[in-house]
């Protein structure tokens, strides 16, 4: 199990680097220094000027995933009867992966267009998320009384770190698109925009769409945070919720900082890798939180 998590871990850690290098690369407008796929100008190794460089690299992380991916597969095979919970997450991986790599094709072919850029990013997310589940479960002790769970273990802390985990994940990617839509500064003033709520142009709708869905992950992360130290004896659980909140708190900054500098390149990377890491400590907090009384039969057990 120690090798599997040190590969899910590993995978994740890269993948979650080729998504701040995919990010970057946009930002920077580099997002079509190669114009072709998967070589670059039609080359293996391409000239790096012009921004081409950002681009290359990301593909170059992007690639460096496939090994990892594959060891974490086949290590998971290997425990599929001490763990049967890996097959599914396993199977996403490898899906996700295999969609990620054809999105960034489809990325290429459509200029980044918003809902390629969306799609992308979603699901490069949704692999980290897979890979990140899969590291939890590897945690999971061979005596269920080694976790301590209460009694009456409630359901509805699972429920509300997975409310404010697909809160997150929805927020993230339409901030994604009022990203790549350039609809960044449609909106200048707090709470309204333009001062109205109901707005007309597609941008400011999108605007105030993103709004919208942050003003209720934060709501749900406030009562999520109140419910976990209120009836979850797990540190580990409330360490992943609490590391949440505060990335939530640093999101809402990055944002008005965002909108009162007008967009700084380095300000938007953050911002982007800032909602990707709070997406992740929810995923690890909802985790450990599904996996908890669960124990795994003695290694020595199994044939």
């Known amino acids: 199990m120690r090798n599997l998590r040190r590969f899910a871990i590993a995978a994740a850690i890269v993948g979650f680097g080729a998504v701040l290098l995919g990010s970057w690369t946009r930002i920077n407008g580099a997002g079509m220094t190669c114009p072709d796929w998967p070589l670059c ?94 590291a939890v479960i590897t945690t999971i002790p061979e005596r269920a009384n080694e976790l301590a769970p209460p009694a009456n273990a409630p359901i509805v802390v699972s429920a509300f770190l997975l409310a404010t985990t697909i809160a997150a994940f929805l927020t993230m990617c339409v901030g994604a698109y009022v990203s790549s839509s350039g609809a960044g500064l449609a909106c200048l003033t707090l709470p309204g925009c333009a001062g109205h709520v109901l707005v007309t142009q597609p941008a400011q709708q999108v ?82 939180a599904a996996v908890r009384g669960v124990a795994l039969p003695r290694e020595s057990s199994v044939r």
């Open 41 to 134: 100008h039609g080359q293996l190794i391409p000239s790096m000027s012009d921004g081409t460089i950002w681009e290359w690299t990301h593909r170059l992380f992007a690639f460096t995933t496939a090994p990892l991916v594959a060891v974490v597969a086949y290590l998971a095979f290997r425990l599929r009867r001490r763990a049967p919970m890996l097959d599914p997450l396993v199977l996403a991986v490898a899906a996700l992966f295999l969609v990620q790599v054809l999105l960034g094709a489809a990325t290429v072919k459509l200029g980044n267009s918003p809902i390629s850029v969306v799609l992308h990013w979603g699901t490069a997310m949704a692999f980290i998320a897979s890979l990140v589940a899969i």
């Open 207 to 288: 605007q105030m769409l993103h709004r919208t869905f942050a003003a209720i992950t934060f709501l749900l992360s406030v009562v999520t945070t109140i419910v976990v130290f209120l009836r979850e004896p797990s540190k580990r659980i409330r360490g992943a919720a609490t590391l949440g909140f505060a990335l939530l708190c640093t999101q809402i900054l990055l944002g008005l900082m965002n909108v009162a500098l007008r967009l700084p390149t380095d300000l938007r990377e953050a911002h982007a890798a800032n909602a990707a890491l709070l997406f992740i400590a929810y995923c690890s907090a909802f985790s450990f």
